[in-house]
């Protein structure tokens, strides 16, 4: 077993609460004693002074909360790893917007806590590695480009961060988009003559903000949740009352509304 010992900053205005997570860490030897903040701006003094490999982050605290808090982290230039732990359930979708890695509701028991520092301690090694550094620069512009609407150039590559895994997705694989709430599935073409499934991808954006930054014309849209390549459409049919469906060469069916069915039905003029 490596050595290293990793740091977290709590951060948490009920000392009960910091007192919790301090011990809880405590009870892995992977890491260092926590330091402990009340307030963002507490940590903003700690992180100013020294790197952290996590920050454990409550939600509701007085002046500035902790979704506020990260979001400010994901705009500089080397975000720390953060996890939310805290005793509101609600807020769990918008924690992942500003790329929390995990979400902990209080209380929370050893098993729960120790899953959480198994899935920070793999990304933390992949960070170790040189390839990771440049994935995650790409994955943070990108992010921040998309949050911010920012007129970028265009997208050949996605940067695709789940648990552990940076992956990148050339667009040209991409045969077309869904809309997952905060999230887009990437439905990639399979290699030609391949008898595999094609894969589905869950990417952290949103399907209009992700539109501004396809190449043009590669992509259209045919319903409020799709984004497809027209050359995969093989066939338009009625599904019902003002409802349509397209067949793609995936197989897949695909939903399309009446609004875009007349730019479909060009497709086979």
Request: proline share 4%.
């Amino acid at each position: 077993m490596s050595s290293h010992k990793w740091t977290a900053l709590v951060v948490d205005d009920e000392a009960l609460a910091r007192r919790n997570v301090q011990l809880a860490l405590a009870e892995h030897p992977q890491w260092h004693g926590a330091e402990l903040c009340a307030s963002a701006a507490e940590a903003r003094v700690a992180m100013a002074q020294r790197e952290f490999d996590l920050l454990l982050l409550d939600i509701q605290m007085p002046r500035q909360n902790g979704l506020s808090f990260a979001a400010e982290l994901c705009a500089g230039a080397k975000p720390p790893l953060m996890v939310f732990v805290t005793a509101y359930d609600e807020h769990a979708l918008a924690a992942f917007d500003v790329f929390a890695l995990d979400y902990l509701l209080k209380p929370f028991d050893d098993l729960r806590f120790a899953a959480m520092l198994v899935r920070v301690e793999q990304v933390l090694k992949l960070k170790q590695g040189a390839a990771y550094a440049q994935a995650m620069g790409g994955f943070l512009h990108e992010q921040r480009s998309l949050a911010a609407g920012e007129a970028c150039p265009t997208l050949d590559f996605l940067s695709v961060r789940s648990v552990g895994l940076l992956e990148r997705i050339a667009v040209a694989d991409i045969e077309w988009i869904s809309a997952a709430g905060n999230y887009v599935e990437l439905h990639l073409r399979a290699a030609d003559g391949s008898s595999q499934k094609p894969r589905v991808v869950l990417h952290r954006a949103t399907l209009s903000a992700l539109e501004q930054r396809l190449p043009s014309r590669q992509f259209m849209r045919v319903h409020r949740t799709v984004l497809l390549r027209p050359e995969a459409v093989l066939s338009l049919e009625v599904s019902g009352d003002a409802c349509y469906e397209a067949t793609l060469r995936s197989a897949d069916k695909v939903p399309v509304s009446e609004r875009y069915v007349k730019q479909v039905r060009a497709l086979f003029a």
